[in-house]
């Protein structure tokens, strides 16, 4: 097998266009940030308020990828990677281990507004982004993508099974407890009126983060999460880190 390289990588590495983006694309861009700005009160952890503060201005309308890219870079040493579309495991992984978060370029239709199965430049900003500022969330993220790449090198599809279910369980799907109340950190919720809003109601099945049974548990990344494990605080993630550390060891 043959290793990735950023070089390699450079020609799947998409041109965000903006005369590809329809008139829709802009309006649907604003609702979904004047629905969410009122959706996470109360709702998003701190850090993901925080966060958002940063890049707030520049992602009132589509941003522009370069742009807000330079300015992360600057910031906190992340940059963005432009894709037409989901990039397979391994080339994400290995993205996220160089300080790469891969984005999608196109914005979803107005049929998706609350929920779209599909990752676009919508739910890759807005719910991802805010939270790099976080050293916690950027150094486990990094953190996962090392992992994998380390064991993509050793082929071990097992522990890269676990480690994908590790990130769904967190970064896409992750709740939390911050001064006694649960608030959503994944980006799947912070992106979606009805991920949001479904994750902190009595109606999905929340089970305490438990490492071995989360790395075990199947995902179904295609509709609304109606299995969560909660966290006792978000910078918890830094004892997951540990622990999935002594697993790999074990
Ligand atoms: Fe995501």
New binding site residues.
Partial sequence: MQSITLEKLLCERANQNFSDYQIQAHRNWRQLLNIQLESIEDRANQAFIEGLENIKDLIQDIPSINHLSGFLQEEIGWQLWPVIGLLEADKFFYLLSHRYFPVVTFVRSNTDINFSPF?DLW??IF??IPLLFSQTYSNFLQYLGYQYVTVENANRKDIKQNIARLFWYT??AGVCYEKGKLRVYG??QLSSIEEIKYALSDRPIRYPFKLEEVINFPVEDDRVQDRLFEIPSFEYLRVIQDDFDSYLKS
């Fill in positions: 990752p739910h890759d719910g991802h970064i896409e980006a799947t």
